[in-house]
């Protein structure tokens, strides 16, 4: 059996849990789910995280700030101007995006240059939020933010709703990563982490592509602000635009390995979920000490993360199989 | 004879066994819930509270022995909303009767939400903000309010008999609606007053005090924030020393804590206090409150443990009630807890339709000489009031 299939048939089985499996054994658990949707929510800005460092090459600190404004624009769209709950979180996404291009005059920058500025921008749309108050609610933030709706009986707006979105946005932001990385755009973005100004002479239009990159990771980030908006119902600019909605996907993209695709969503769910169904009652006030422990360990022993560790495990109990 | 007193004793004993089985049976424990922060920005506003809800059930089991017995389950909320929504849904499944806590309106909110979607009362002291109990659930219910910060920051002030104010204030939600109140109440009193707003982020407060000494000139500068943010204005002013006659704060200042940590920062200083200290108490419910916390964390009570307590207790006595009636199962536990009329160690508290308690004024207390002394209203006071006067 070749890696590939394997790797089908792998993807096949986890998307049919997903969808099938944790709505039957989970769906009357409000906690659980709850937890889950959480750990996704986090998985979806990783995986908008991993795919802007991989593929357009740039390290972000600054992915609250299209969280946020994700958030914001579809929680204001919803509220104020009546429009539908699904289109204003598609809204929610296209502000992040234009969000971003304020942030294109950074591209000239590079590594630690770069995330600062990015950190810098995050911050100057927090500010914004809490000095618009007409339009934000300022520091007070939205409260009763309108719920994901009823659609064809199905109520959208319940745990096992905000579950199905939240999966689905997941799932389709690391297919379009993969589309993108297995394309011409990908070679492309590849050949330009090893030279770019080799890249350059041979007419990749590098600045381009890396913003192109940066305005998808940002409508990624925008969608998923969105959907947290409409599932908590609530906004402020502290919450929206937490350090939190950078920190939390950066470990664990890292802990899950960012340089695949699917990792950042491994990392999430193990981080989040181990965190607090297995640490929090062992260790009420100290649990997220255990889970920093963790990380380190991840990282001094398996750099790449956990999913190149498994892939590498597999590989080896297959030799075995075969000798 | 014999027989008949036979008889008579048999069934004298059977009619007393049968009576105290059926109260045995009666007899029930009542799992409460509590979402808090006590991890994160928010976990020593929480821990307080949590002290006070530990002091209301130590006390409970005490006065309802023999009947009823009554346990939390505490669910830390990390400071988050999403995990305070958690804890809610985790208490919900566990089958507790309701829950107190919460601190923080951006928390209380969506966490008060999911209390309302599984029918759960939610109970709470630490969310001022007006929208939570705008929104009308039935559910909800807390025992103090933006209000009656304001009306005893207002008539201090007024006592003082100040023309000029500066009202320094946090642009959070809380703290900016509670300025604005103070704002409009003095305006329409012929008061004048400068409004200055800072960020969360400030932490050299000396251009802001600059600005208020040398342009607004005032009487009184009333501040509007929290521990930090205090410590920076009083900080900034002693370096500048703006020419007024006294420093008045809100929550989290007139504390013995304060006292003990900033002694050179807090000598004549303002803040809303329930409660002198060295904790002086006179009714038989608030020494049995202090004597409690002090056996159960060594400490005298500050005003969140007040709080946490007054809160847990009312929440208690109408779980009481509401299974008495035999509705605490049917959803009458919010109904039961409208009913509320009690003098506590907060005042009096009832809940209007919304829930709000709207009988709740605070108190201004003063830092003196260590102390913190109650000084308005008068009929609370246990002190003069040292004025003008200001730390430095």
Same mark, same amino acid.
């Given at each position: 059996?070749?890696?590939?299939?394997?790797?089908?048939?792998?993807?096949?089985?986890?998307?049919?849990?997903?969808?099938?499996?944790?709505?039957?054994?989970?769906?009357?658990?409000?906690?659980?789910?709850?937890?889950?949707?959480? !750990?996704?929510?986090? !998985?979806?800005?990783?995986?908008?995280?991993?795919?802007?460092?991989?593929?357009?090459?740039?390290?972000?600190?600054?992915?609250?700030?299209?969280?946020?404004?994700?958030?914001?624009?579809?929680?204001?769209? !919803?509220?104020?101007?009546?429009?539908?709950?699904?289109?204003?979180?598609?809204?929610?996404?296209?502000?992040?995006?234009?969000?971003?291009?304020?942030?294109?005059?950074?591209?000239?920058?590079?590594?630690?240059?770069?995330?600062?500025?990015?950190?810098?921008?995050?911050?100057?749309?927090?500010?914004?939020?809490?000095?618009?108050?007409?339009?934000?609610?300022?520091?007070?933030?939205?409260?009763?933010?309108?719920?994901?709706?009823?659609?064809?009986?199905?109520?959208?707006?319940?745990?096992?709703?905000?579950?199905?979105?939240?999966?689905?946005?997941?799932?389709?932001?690391?297919?379009?990563?993969?589309?993108?990385?297995?394309?011409?755009?990908?070679?492309?973005?590849?050949?330009?982490?090893?030279?770019?100004?080799?890249?350059?002479?041979?007419?990749?239009?590098?600045?381009?592509?890396?913003?192109?990159?940066?305005?998808?990771?940002?409508?990624?980030?925008?969608?998923?602000?969105?959907?947290?908006?409409?599932?908590?119902?609530?906004?402020?600019?502290?919450?929206?635009?937490?350090?939190?909605?950078?920190?939390?996907?950066?470990?664990? !993209?890292?802990?899950?390995?960012?340089?695949?695709?699917?990792?950042?969503?491994?990392?999430?769910?193990?981080?989040?979920?181990?965190?607090?169904?297995?640490?929090?009652?062992?260790?009420?006030?100290?649990?997220?000490?255990?889970?920093?422990?963790?990380?380190?360990?991840?990282?001094?022993?398996?750099?790449?993360?956990?999913?190149?560790?498994?892939?590498?495990?597999?590989?080896?109990?297959?030799?075995?199989?075969?000798? | 004879?014999? %027989?008949?007193?036979?008889?008579?004793?048999?069934?004298?004993?059977?009619?007393?066994?049968?009576?105290?089985?059926?109260?045995?049976?009666?007899?029930?424990?009542?799992?409460?819930?509590?979402?808090?922060?006590?991890?994160?920005?928010?976990?020593?506003?929480?821990?307080?509270?949590?002290?006070?809800?530990?002091?209301?059930?130590?006390?409970?089991?005490?006065?309802?022995?023999?009947?009823?017995?009554?346990?939390?389950?505490?669910?830390?909320?990390?400071?988050?909303?999403?995990?305070?929504?958690?804890?809610?849904?985790?208490?919900?499944?566990?089958?507790?009767?309701?829950?107190?806590?919460?601190?923080?309106?951006?928390?209380?909110?969506?966490?008060?939400?999911?209390?309302?979607?599984?029918?759960?009362?939610?109970?709470?002291?630490?969310?001022?903000?007006?929208?939570?109990?705008?929104?009308?659930?039935?559910?909800?219910?807390?025992?103090?309010?933006?209000?009656? *910060?304001?009306?005893?920051?207002?008539?201090?002030?007024?006592?003082?008999?100040?023309?000029?104010?500066?009202?320094?204030?946090?642009?959070?939600?809380?703290?900016?609606?509670?300025?604005?109140?103070?704002?409009?109440?003095?305006?329409?009193?012929?008061?004048?007053?400068?409004?200055?707003?800072?960020?969360?982020?400030?932490?050299?407060?000396?251009?802001?005090?600059?600005?208020?000494?040398?342009?607004? %000139?005032?009487?009184?500068?009333?501040?509007?924030?929290?521990?930090?943010? *205090?410590?920076?204005?009083? %900080?900034?002013?002693?370096?500048?020393?703006?020419?007024?006659?006294?420093?008045?704060?809100?929550?989290?200042?007139?504390?013995?804590?304060?006292?003990?940590?900033?002694?050179?920062?807090?000598?004549?200083?303002?803040?809303?206090?329930?409660?002198?200290?060295?904790?002086?108490?006179?009714?038989?419910?608030?020494?049995?409150?202090?004597?409690?916390?002090?056996?159960?964390?060594?400490?005298?009570?500050? *005003?969140?443990?007040?709080?946490? *307590?007054?809160?847990? %207790?009312?929440?208690?006595?109408?779980?009481?009630?509401?299974?008495?009636?035999?509705?605490?199962?049917?959803?009458?536990?919010?109904?039961?807890?409208?009913?509320?009329?009690?003098?506590?160690?907060?005042?009096?508290?009832?809940?209007?339709?919304?829930?709000?308690?709207?009988?709740?004024?605070?108190?201004?207390?003063?830092?003196?000489?260590?102390?913190?002394?109650?000084?308005?209203?008068?009929?609370?006071?246990?002190?003069?009031?040292?004025?003008?006067?200001?730390?430095?």
């Amino acid at each position: 059996m070749t890696t590939t299939l394997l790797n089908r048939i792998v993807l096949i089985a986890a998307l049919a849990i997903a969808y099938v499996g944790i709505p039957i054994l989970f769906g009357g658990n409000a906690y659980v789910l709850g937890l889950i949707v959480a !750990a996704l929510t986090i !998985a979806g800005v990783a995986v908008a995280w991993a795919l802007l460092g991989n593929l357009g090459g740039m390290v972000s600190f600054g992915h609250a700030a299209f969280f946020g404004v994700g958030s914001y624009t579809s929680a204001v769209l !919803a509220m104020k101007l009546g429009v539908p709950v699904f289109a204003a979180m598609l809204l929610g996404g296209v502000g992040a995006a234009v969000s971003s291009v304020a942030m294109l005059p950074a591209l000239r920058l590079r590594g630690p240059y770069f995330a600062l500025a990015i950190l810098a921008y995050a911050h100057i749309f927090q500010i914004l939020a809490t000095e618009m108050t007409p339009v934000t609610g300022g520091a007070g933030g939205l409260l009763s933010i309108p719920r994901f709706p009823t659609v064809l009986g199905f109520d959208f707006g319940e745990k096992l709703g905000g579950y199905l979105i939240v999966l689905t946005i997941v799932v389709l932001a690391a297919f379009a990563y993969d589309a993108i990385r297995r394309s011409t755009w990908g070679l492309a973005l590849k050949a330009m982490h090893d030279t770019e100004v080799a890249t350059r002479v041979v007419g990749v239009p590098s600045t381009h592509l890396k913003a192109a990159m940066l305005v998808l990771s940002a409508f990624i980030t925008g969608v998923v602000g969105a959907f947290n908006a409409h599932f908590i119902s609530f906004l402020d600019p502290d919450y929206a635009f937490s350090s939190g909605w950078t920190v939390l996907p950066i470990a664990a !993209a890292i802990f899950g390995g960012y340089r695949t695709v699917w990792g950042p969503v491994v990392g999430a769910l193990a981080i989040y979920l181990v965190d607090q169904l297995l640490f929090k009652p062992i260790l009420p006030h100290g649990h997220q000490m255990i889970l920093g422990v963790l990380l380190c360990a991840m990282i001094l022993f398996s750099p790449g993360g956990l999913m190149p560790a498994l892939r590498r495990r597999t590989v080896k109990e297959s030799r075995h199989a075969h000798a | 004879m014999t %027989r008949t007193i036979a008889n008579l004793v048999t069934v004298s004993a059977l009619a007393l066994s049968v009576a105290l089985g059926a109260g045995a049976a009666q007899a029930k424990e009542f799992l409460l819930g509590s979402e808090l922060p006590l991890t994160g920005s928010l976990a020593r506003v929480g821990q307080g509270m949590h002290e006070g809800i530990a002091v209301a059930i130590d006390m409970a089991n005490k006065s309802y022995a023999g009947k009823h017995s009554f346990k939390v389950q505490t669910i830390d909320d990390e400071t988050s909303p999403a995990k305070g929504v958690a804890a809610v849904e985790k208490l919900a499944g566990d089958g507790v009767v309701a829950i107190t806590g919460g601190y923080g309106s951006n928390i209380i909110g969506p966490a008060s939400e999911a209390a309302q979607k599984a029918g759960l009362v939610y109970i709470t002291s630490g969310g001022v903000s007006p929208e939570l109990t705008q929104r009308g659930y039935p559910t909800f219910f807390r025992i103090n309010n933006t209000d009656g *910060y304001a009306l005893a920051m207002i008539g201090l002030i007024q006592e003082m008999g100040a023309k000029k104010v500066s009202i320094v204030y946090l642009n959070k939600d809380a703290t900016s609606s509670l300025a604005k109140q103070v704002n409009t109440a003095l305006t329409a009193k012929g008061v004048t007053v400068g409004m200055h707003e800072f960020d969360g982020s400030t932490s050299d407060f000396k251009p802001l005090m600059n600005k208020v000494k040398l342009q607004d %000139r005032p009487d009184v500068i009333a501040m509007v924030g929290y521990e930090n943010d *205090y410590v920076g204005i009083l %900080r900034a002013s002693k370096v500048l020393k703006p020419q007024v006659k006294a420093m008045v704060g809100v929550w989290s200042l007139a504390t013995a804590q304060m006292a003990k940590e900033f002694p050179d920062l807090m000598e004549n200083v303002y803040g809303t206090s329930m409660l002198p200290y060295p904790v002086e108490f006179t009714q038989p419910e608030a020494v049995e409150f202090a004597a409690t916390y002090k056996k159960l964390f060594n400490k005298d009570p500050d *005003y969140l443990g007040q709080f946490g *307590y007054v809160q847990t %207790r009312l929440l208690i006595d109408a779980v009481v009630r509401a299974d008495e009636a035999g509705t605490l199962g049917k959803g009458g536990l919010p109904d039961e807890l409208r009913k509320t009329d009690a003098n506590t160690l907060i005042g009096r508290v009832t809940f209007d339709k919304n829930g709000d308690n709207l009988n709740f004024t605070h108190r201004m207390g003063q830092h003196q000489g260590g102390k913190v002394v109650l000084v308005w209203p008068q009929d609370a006071a246990n002190g003069k009031m040292n004025f003008p006067a200001v730390p430095w």
